[in-house]
T-cell receptor
Framework: DTEVTQTPKHLVMGMTNKKSLKCEQH?????MYWYKQKAKKPPELMFV???????INESVPSRFSPECPNSSLLNLHLHALQPEDSALYLC?????????FGPGTRLTVT | QKEVEQNSGPLSVPEGAIASLNCTYS??????FFWYRQYSGKSPELIMS????GDKEDGRFTAQLNKASQYVSLLIRDSQPSDSATYLC?????????????FGKGTHLIIQP
């Protein structure tokens, strides 16, 4: 089973809102990732957590704040986003090299 | 700067033929190579991984890796209309959460019935 779940599926938020994206995996994977994908572009890495510790932050603006409460959960807290932040936000997990993606959250910032 | 290059297409292939997708990468330290399939509006789905030079076959899919030429390819035999999608080549240096993947821009494949 290589299932990664993400909630919500869709999110519309205003520029002054605070919201959170959630990701969960029950495969015992040691690493979890956030990627951002704009339309007709490839996924771009945002954050990597390894053993619940942030190991990579790809110079992402502070209006995106990741959190890893435990080895199965990954959150992405959103605050004061801009319309250009509208995208598909993908969570992935891996034990070693192979990364498995969740279905994504399609975010629209108005 | 890690770069992964793919021809964006569209690549149009008749049903039943072999589809050939290519990818080159710039980082010689890359150790892991993947092909993901992405349908419109969906998330990427891992279809092949390859780590050493040569060919790796899985059903109708064959991945080929040549580290000296920094080249990865994917062959899809007996192409079906359901294979129509964007195919993303992805490359990594190390695993286990020490690195993310760098993706190419993807090749849009169309299988013509």
């Amino acid at each position: 089973d290589t299932e990664v779940t993400q909630t919500p599926k869709h999110l519309v938020m205003g520029m002054t809102n605070k919201k959170s994206l959630k990701c969960e995996q029950h495969m015992g994977h040691r690493a979890m990732y956030w990627y951002k994908q704009k339309a007709k572009k490839p996924p771009e890495l945002m954050f990597v957590y390894s053993y619940e510790k942030l190991s990579i932050n790809e110079s992402v603006p502070s209006r995106f704040s990741p959190e890893c409460p435990n080895s199965s959960l990954l959150n992405l807290h959103l605050h004061a986003l801009q319309p250009e932040d509208s995208a598909l936000y993908l969570c992935a997990s891996s034990q070693n090299f192979e990364q498995y993606f969740g279905p994504g959250t399609r975010l629209t910032v108005t | 700067q890690k770069e992964v290059e793919q021809n964006s297409g569209p690549l149009s292939v008749p049903e039943g033929a072999i589809a050939s997708l290519n990818c080159t990468y710039s980082d010689r330290g890359s150790q892991s190579f993947f092909w993901y399939r992405q349908y419109s509006g969906k998330s990427p789905e891992l279809i092949m991984s390859i780590y050493s030079n040569g060919d790796k076959e899985d059903g109708r899919f064959t991945a080929q890796l040549n580290k000296a030429s920094q080249y990865v390819s994917l062959l899809i035999r007996d192409s079906q209309p359901s294979d129509s999608a964007t195919y993303l080549c992805a490359v990594g240096r190390v695993g286990g959460g020490a690195d993310g993947l760098t993706f190419g821009k993807g090749t849009h494949l169309i299988i013509q019935p």
